[in-house]
């Protein structure tokens, strides 16, 4: 039996990778454990740690990581934190398997652990890159380096691996994982998933829906409040019911979720902050319209053809369907974005919208993966960067 632990610290990737561990969680041939961290246990931030647990997922640990000093030091302290306090509790479980997903400092942590503890660790979601010069993206393809084996949504990540140095017998493409519970999911009507997330009596009826998910970033800091002001202000003026999810826990998160408490007070606008994810996913299908700059609108709004304005820099440079619009954070660009987005040609070109990164049947792909393929075989990383051929 394949003893697999996984490490998640924020709601966001663990919505991504929630498919994987349900599935682990019920095979008989693998023991599947979660190390929970970071924002997962603080209220300020949902405590998204509780939907793990309804999920029926067995946890090794609850780490507490989070340092909520909304400062630069801040993330760099969490990581610090999850370092010293699970260290240990790693090197005691020996798992057989690490596997973590996507760019943020714990993942860094994770991929340290395995290279340090002599564990094979799979890194899902690398091979990724925004023009953005945001951190995440060294933080990825630094975990990539000191990871064991890689699963990938794409070829293009792929062959940046192997841009890396990374052996192509360490890569897997095999579709996003994210993807799947568009598929699983089942339909709840528009009634019920507005309940389910406590939307306000505005929002029922006919009214377009549209949500917002803004996280801060460094270069635009001081900037983010008055881009979700700006795009709020906008969206009502046309229609729309703004139904908002909290931002991640990187600096800058303060001011926007005081913003966001403040605009939520609008009868127009809804504060759902973090919801079950049956929830969260016939939202996005109910939705006309998602604004913001989480990945969600690049990577999955394309499973249910939902159009996406992308506001300010990040993820900028990354693939996406031709759902996507990507706009300055002003109110002139936003409206500009609303115009191409209400457009006849780009209503035409959503009729034959295919989602670049998969069909939605990723997970099981995963889970044969992680059982069968010989991890410690590709442990020691002997090849040279020079002289891999991709």
């Given at each position: 039996?394949?003893?697999?632990?996984?490490?998640?610290?924020?709601?966001?990737?663990?919505?991504?990778?929630?498919?994987?561990?349900?599935?682990?969680?019920?095979?008989?041939?693998?023991e599947f454990k979660l190390l929970v961290s970071g924002a997962h246990l603080s209220p300020t931030f949902g405590r998204s740690v509780d939907l793990i647990s309804q999920d029926g997922m067995?946890?090794?640990?609850?780490?507490?990581?989070l340092i909520s000093?909304?400062?630069?030091?801040?993330r760099l302290k969490t990581a610090t934190g999850l370092l010293t306090g699970a260290m240990e509790l790693v090197r005691g479980y020996q798992p057989d398997i690490l596997i973590y997903a996507g760019d943020r400092e714990d993942v860094l942590i994770g991929a340290t652990f395995g290279a340090f503890l002599d564990i094979p660790t799979v890194h899902f979601f690398g091979g990724d890159h925004a023009a953005d010069g945001h951190v995440d993206n060294p933080v990825r393809h630094a975990t990539s380096k000191l990871s064991t084996a890689h699963f990938v949504s794409i070829e293009e990540h792929a062959r940046r691996l192997a841009h890396l140095g990374e052996d192509p017998r360490r890569v897997f493409v095999i579709g996003s994982v994210a993807l799947d519970k568009f598929v699983a999911e089942p339909l709840l009507d528009r009634a019920a998933t507005l309940t389910g997330v406590g939307a306000k009596p505005h929002a029922m009826g006919d009214t377009p829906l549209a949500i917002l998910i803004f996280h801060p970033v460094d270069q635009e800091r001081a900037l983010a409040p008055d881009y979700v002001r700006g795009a709020v202000s906008i969206l009502v003026e046309r229609g729309y019911h703004v139904l908002i999810g909290t931002p991640n826990a990187d600096p800058g998160n303060a001011a926007l979720l005081a913003t966001i408490q403040?605009?939520?007070?609008?009868?127009?606008?809804?504060?759902y902050g973090n919801t079950a994810r049956a929830f969260f996913v016939n939202l996005m299908r109910h939705a006309t319209l998602m604004v913001g700059n989480s990945s969600a609108g690049l990577l999955e709004a394309a499973s249910v053809g939902l159009a996406v304005i992308n506001l300010g820099e990040r993820q900028r440079?990354?693939?996406?369907?031709?759902?996507?619009v990507f706009s300055e954070g002003d109110a002139a660009s936003v409206r500009a974005a609303l115009d191409r987005i209400a457009s006849e040609e780009f209503r035409i070109g959503m009729r034959t919208l295919i989602n670049p990164y998969g069909d939605g049947y990723s997970e099981a792909r995963a889970v044969d993966l992680l059982k069968q393929v010989d991890f410690d075989s590709l442990f020691k990383k002997t090849e040279d960067p020079l002289h891999v051929q991709s």
């Open positions: 039996m394949k003893r697999i632990l996984g490490m998640t610290s924020i709601r966001s990737d663990y919505d991504l990778m929630s498919g994987v561990y349900r599935r682990l969680a019920r095979d008989p041939d693998v067995e946890i090794l640990a609850e780490v507490e990581t000093g909304d400062s630069k030091s801040s403040g605009l939520a007070q609008a009868p127009e606008v809804t504060f440079g990354r693939l996406c369907g031709g759902n996507v």
